[in-house]
């Protein structure tokens, strides 16, 4: 089931970090390059991608440190302090940055509202992880313009222009 609802909160394991977010996804990617599945330990990273002034931090703080990303630009992931969950990472995205958050869906209180949209890097997923039922798959990244709703397409686009101004 979609998120129908505008807001949904989540947070890290010990309660430290908690964050509201007040709007609906861009898209919700579930990655399956070989850096998501060294990172999360798991066969993939499932982010739900919010314009970053849409996430509120409720509670808490954030330390963020800088990772290697497939594409060497890296990604800053944001984790509670104290028992080290990764809540939301930053990419550059095409020079966005700070625009975009990607919210760990497993993070939010109930992360059954935000099911992929498209699954990226299926070119390194593992072998017993099966596809084929699902529409979105790519073996790398995928074309914006093709895949994003025209409404969130021109939301990126002024994200770019304000980086670039700023």
């Known amino acids: 089931m979609k998120q129908k609802s505008n807001s ?9 970090v908690r964050y509201k977010i007040f709007a609906v996804p861009l898209i919700v990617h579930c990655c399956h390059c070989s850096f998501c599945q060294r990172q999360t330990g798991a066969a993939f990273a499932l982010n739900a991608l919010f314009e970053a002034d849409k996430v509120s931090l409720i509670k808490g703080e954030v330390d963020e440190t800088m990772t290697p990303s497939p594409s060497g630009k890296g990604q800053n992931i944001a984790r509670c302090p104290d028992c080290k969950t990764a809540v939301w990472s930053h990419y550059d995205m095409g020079g966005i940055k700070q625009g975009i958050r990607f ?6 209180d109930n992360p059954e509202i935000l099911p992929p949209d498209v699954h990226i890097y299926t070119v390194s997923k593992l072998p017993w992880v099966n596809l084929s039922n699902e529409k979105n798959v790519y073996k790398e990244f995928y074309n914006f313009k093709e895949v994003w ?3 969130h397409n021109n939301l990126r686009v002024q994200l770019l222009k ?3 101004e700023g």
């Not at 949904?8 to 430290?16: A, L, R, T």
């Not at 919210?103 to 939010?108: F, K």
């Open 149 to 151: 709703s025209e409404e």
């Open 162 to 164: 304000k980086a670039a």
């Open 8 to 16: 949904c909160e989540g947070g890290c394991s010990c309660g430290q």
């Open 103 to 108: 919210i760990r869906v497993g993070t939010l």
